[in-house]
């Protein structure tokens, strides 16, 4: 089972910018870097979604910014390394009826599919309740023990027993496992053979709104493709509100806030609603090829061992543009989420190739952009199975997924405790800057699985992920996140980016001229892949 990855949340910097031992202060271009946000979350780029004309555009301008800053193209003698994806637009016009009640998309309900067929229908499927859809062996925790869900529909909740209790002894406690992500709930219920499932939407465990469930899962959706057209996945992956859901066990004569609780306790068991579900999705498929982007830089390898590799990353796309339910257009920027990740590293390649031109450093270092990240990793996932170098050489991976463009402070958020060697690394990089590792405040989020980062852990590559969503704008994640308002602000102060970059900067110095191999400490199947690569 897939615990825990260190992450990090950078709500950064400081209003004085201190030098600090392990390297020179960090050359920074604030006019370049607010250029490439401008340019990257223009309307001229339409938000950035795969596959559409803004990738073309994105794809050119980082290519062309990595020649410019001179580095060598990154996958087989190339800047871009081709992702096979399906685009699966479904009639938005659906409705979900349940036992003579009738639900709206996208108000109510959404579904999508991930299937590369052009209908999925549920037909008088029956209606099973299941808790938190979870089968954790090593938690003594089984929701399907007893129950059979081949061809059924599944209700499930978000997040896991451990934030719904709050016991530290139960799960990870407030802390979410992956256990309470949306795509541990789907992968599940697949293996359990169900044909449906839908996650019930409250937004303290979810640690979002509707608002974000609704834009991330209506229009146009991405998947890979596998050997089986994705036959072997859920036909439909959905999200109700919560209201729905209460009116659908009021109709089921059950009340759902018992049975919410009553699926807290490890004793739960799954109950028959004795209600069927009816839904037609209607498919528009489009298959293509997206594109991650990879540049190097070659290290001298005074090491003998070629191949060592760490990799400094941002993901490009964002959620592209829409029509709201008046049937305006409108765009998904994603400034802030995340053009400045991505302008963020190509701040960090220019640095580099400049101190690289004076003294190369001993391993390489990949900056690398990948593609459909807000689809669920899917660019991340085809490098980590796809990558240039085997992942058993890649040393660790440095994620940014949105900075602090604001003031800084004097603290970083951590997660993670006691996971990794990286966060060694993190302390002492924030010690030089006299800043602290301040603990992360939602734990309850999962933000260690909902980045880029997470598809590497899964290979066995420790990470370090550093996002700013809200710690320093508290309007961000209520008004901005994954809506249209993540527009470029020119009153940004960008005291935060630049203080994030020294401090990524140090680490990635360090990382890039010693030959330490970061460890996994905790027990994790991360740790155990690791292992089985010899470190």
């Known amino acids: 089972m897939k615990k825990y990855i260190l992450g990090v949340i950078c709500c950064s910097s400081l209003l004085a910018f201190p030098a600090i031992s392990q390297q020179d202060e960090f050359s920074f271009d604030a006019e370049q870097y607010r250029e490439d946000v401008r340019v990257l979350a223009s309307d001229k780029f339409g938000g950035r979604a795969p596959l559409s004309e803004g990738e073309a555009l994105t794809l050119d301008y980082l290519v062309n910014s990595f020649k410019k800053i001179g580095l060598d193209p990154g996958y087989k003698g190339s800047y871009l390394q081709a992702v096979p994806l399906a685009e699966i637009s479904a009639d938005q016009s659906m409705k979900l009826t349940i036992d003579g009640m009738s639900f709206s998309n996208g108000d109510q309900f959404t579904a999508r599919t991930q299937r590369i067929i052009d209908q999925v229908e549920l037909k008088d499927s029956e209606l099973v309740f299941v808790g938190y859809g979870i089968n954790a062996p090593e938690f003594g925790w089984n929701d399907y023990q007893g129950v059979d869900v081949k061809g059924k529909t599944v209700i499930?909740?978000?997040?896991?027993?451990?934030?719904?209790?709050?016991?530290?002894?139960?799960?990870?406690?407030?802390?979410?496992?992956?256990y309470g992500r949306w795509t541990y709930k789907y992968e599940e219920a697949a293996r359990q053979g169900a044909a449906s499932v839908f996650i019930v939407h409250e937004t303290d465990p979810a640690g979002y709104g509707w608002g974000v469930v609704q834009n991330s899962n209506t229009g146009s959706k991405f998947t890979l493709i596998d050997d089986n057209n994705n036959l072997g996945q859920v036909g439909v992956m959905g999200w109700v509100q919560h209201d729905v859901a209460k009116d659908i066990f009021a109709k089921a004569d059950l009340n759902y806030e018992d049975l919410k609780l009553a699926a807290s306790k490890s004793d739960f068991k799954a109950i028959d609603l004795k209600m069927k579900a009816n839904l037609v999705l209607k498919n528009s498929?489009?298959?293509?090829?997206?594109?991650?982007?990879?540049?190097?830089?070659?290290?001298?390898?005074?090491?003998?061992?070629?191949?060592?590799?760490?990799?400094?990353?941002?993901?490009?796309?964002?959620?592209?543009?829409?029509?709201?339910?008046?049937?305006k257009k409108q765009i998904f920027n994603g400034a802030v989420d995340n053009a400045s990740g991505v302008a963020g590293v190509l701040a960090l390649a220019k640095a580099f190739k400049a101190k690289a031109d004076k003294a190369p450093f001993k391993r390489d270092i990949l900056f690398t952009s990948f593609t459909a990240e807000e689809t669920g990793l899917i660019g991340a996932q085809h490098f980590a199975l796809n990558p240039p170098v085997p992942?058993?050489?890649?040393?660790?991976?440095?994620?940014?997924?949105g900075m602090n463009v604001n003031d800084g402070v004097d603290y970083i958020l951590g997660y993670g405790q006691g996971v990794s060697e990286l966060e060694s690394y993190l302390k002492d990089a924030s010690t030089?800057?006299?800043?602290?590792?301040?603990?992360?405040?939602?734990?309850?989020?999962?933000?260690?699985?909902?980045?880029?980062?997470?598809?590497?852990?899964?290979?066995g590559v420790p990470?370090?992920?550093?996002?700013?969503?809200?710690?320093?704008?508290?309007?961000?994640?209520?008004?901005?996140?994954?809506?249209?308002?993540?527009?470029?602000?020119?009153?940004?102060s960008l005291g935060g980016v630049r203080q994030d970059l020294q401090l990524i900067g140090d680490i990635l110095s360090r990382l890039a001229n010693n030959e330490d191999w970061p460890r996994w400490l905790e027990d994790s199947d991360f740790k155990a892949r690791r292992s089985e690569d010899g470190h």
Do not use: C
């Open 391 to 401: 992942t058993k050489d890649i040393v660790a991976f440095l994620n940014i997924d």
């Open 285 to 327: 498929i489009v298959k293509a090829e997206s594109y991650n982007v990879v540049a190097k830089l070659s290290g001298s390898n005074k090491s003998n061992k070629s191949d060592e590799t760490l990799v400094m990353h941002a993901h490009w796309d964002h959620l592209g543009t829409k029509l709201d339910a008046a049937g």
């Open 432 to 459: 030089g800057l006299k800043r602290h590792v301040k603990a992360d405040p939602r734990p309850q989020n999962g933000l260690m699985y909902r980045s880029d980062h997470f598809a590497l852990a899964q290979q």
């Open 463 to 492: 990470g370090l992920l550093f996002m700013s969503l809200g710690d320093t704008d508290p309007d961000y994640i209520a008004h901005k996140y994954h809506k249209g308002q993540d527009d470029y602000d020119s009153t940004w």
């Open 156 to 178: 499930v909740l978000v997040n896991d027993p451990g934030f719904a209790t709050q016991n530290v002894d139960l799960f990870k406690g407030n802390a979410m496992t992956y």
